[in-house]
């Protein structure tokens, strides 16, 4: 039997805590994949957010490859150049927020009171894992 599990993170807070838990469950020198949130990115709000959720990422040397859309491609460079981050940019409209953890898929939906709702299955996370490795390869860098 597979083991399945759904939380509910409301707030900035709590999502931050989300991301913390997940990268103590993934470990140090591993990775995980990201369809990145979208307009949103670019807001004081967001960008201190993650700066301060990738200090802990950096410091366990945890790599993420992102794959947002070619619009987004001078947030990115402006705003998201992190140490051990690979990005490549899509022309798709692609699911935004989704992010993909060993066994765990993280999806983050942004707004006055931002939420996040992580599901571990193994079975779904390799279904978005296989999706986030065919998008890759067809992207640019």
């Not at 700066?51 to 619009?71: A, C, D, E, G, H």
């Not at 692609?94 to 992580?118: A, C, D, R």
């Not at 894992?129 to 998008?135: C, L, P, S, T």
Request: include cysteine.
């Amino acid at each position: 039997e597979t083991e399945c599990e759904a939380t509910v993170y409301e707030g900035i807070r709590a999502i931050k805590s989300a991301f913390y838990n997940l990268f103590d469950y993934i470990g140090r020198n591993t990775s995980y994949s990201v369809f990145p949130l979208g307009e949103q990115l670019a807001t004081e709000e967001l960008i201190q957010f993650w700066s301060q959720v990738f200090r802990k990422r950096i410091q366990m040397k945890i790599s993420l490859r992102t794959l947002p859309n070619i619009s987004l491609k001078e947030t990115f460079k402006k705003f998201y150049r992190f140490k051990y981050m690979k990005i490549k940019y899509t022309p798709q409209k692609l699911p935004i927020g989704v992010f993909i953890f060993k066994n765990h898929v993280l999806n983050v939906i942004w707004g006055e009171k931002p939420v996040g709702f992580l599901i571990k299955s193994k079975e779904n996370y390799l279904r978005w894992q296989n999706f986030f490795e065919e998008q890759w390869a067809k992207s640019i860098a």
